[in-house]
């Protein structure tokens, strides 16, 4: 029986759906050297995939590169590299795959999954540290009342323009920064972290600032990781 290569590539998924897994693997090996790139390279994809699931994963992510030198816009293949460069342990690599992935453009409801996915990824670096600054307009600087009078039960006070709310423009300042340190292989790190932001403004009494220092164990559960 002859096939032609798009009949060989419905076919590899058949016997893939019904657990014929040799014959799914000779045939997306055979089809990986089409001459056809359209074809050659979703056979490496869906090849990549089995190998992926069977936890082959650098033989998986190696496909995946060969796709990418053909064709380095294909962003549904960077993000599945990203993510199995991360089982992998190569958290910077994965990065680099997700900032090459946003850099190409991608719908807004896309853009935001993989920024989560980029945000996850940085929050497992060993360490780190963000800094954001800002202008920070506020109608209500020295956190008053904008009343004008107090209603006690000896009667109405009058309140002072000094004790009145009062607006303003000040700068606006957060950063912070973490260490991790691992416990071992299986997830448990201890994490160490340094948060601070401040309000400032002209005056220096109604400046707003604050420290945080944390510290304690991670563990990693499946998925998830659980900070204490």
């Known amino acids: 029986m002859q096939l032609r290569p798009e009949q060989l590539l419905a076919f590899a998924a058949t016997a893939q759906a019904s657990g014929d897994v040799a014959t799914a693997e000779t045939a997306y090996k055979?089809?990986?050297?089409?001459p056809n790139s359209d074809i050659r390279n979703e056979a490496r994809f869906r090849y990549s995939k089995m190998l992926a699931a069977r936890g082959e994963n650098t033989d998986a992510a190696m496909l995946l590169r060969q796709i990418l030198d053909e064709k380095p816009q294909a962003a549904p293949v960077r993000l599945?590299?990203?993510g199995l460069l991360d089982k992998?342990?190569?958290?910077?690599?994965?990065?680099?795959?997700i900032r090459a992935v946003r850099a190409g453009g991608l719908p807004p409801a896309v853009a935001r999954l993989v920024d989560r996915y980029s945000e996850a990824l940085r929050a497992q670096r060993p360490f780190g540290a963000s800094f954001e600054i800002a202008l920070a307009p506020d109608s209500n600087i020295n956190h008053a009342t904008s009343q004008d009078k107090l209603g006690t039960v000896l009667g109405d006070?009058?309140?002072?323009?000094?004790?009145?709310?009062?607006?303003?423009?000040?700068?606006?300042?957060?950063?912070?920064?973490?260490?991790r340190f691992s416990l071992g292989h299986d997830g448990r790190a201890l994490l160490m972290r340094l948060s601070g932001l401040g309000n400032l403004y002209k005056h220096g009494r109604f400046n707003d600032i604050a420290l945080d220092l944390g510290a304690g164990p991670e563990l990693q559960i499946g998925r998830n990781r659980i900070n204490l």
């Open 88 to 97: 992998m342990g190569d958290k910077e690599g994965a990065l680099r795959q």
């Open 157 to 179: 006070f009058d309140i002072s323009q000094d004790s009145k709310a009062r607006s303003g423009t000040g700068l606006s300042l957060r950063g912070q920064s973490y260490r």
């Open 80 to 82: 599945e590299l990203a």
């Open 30 to 34: 055979a089809l990986s050297h089409d």
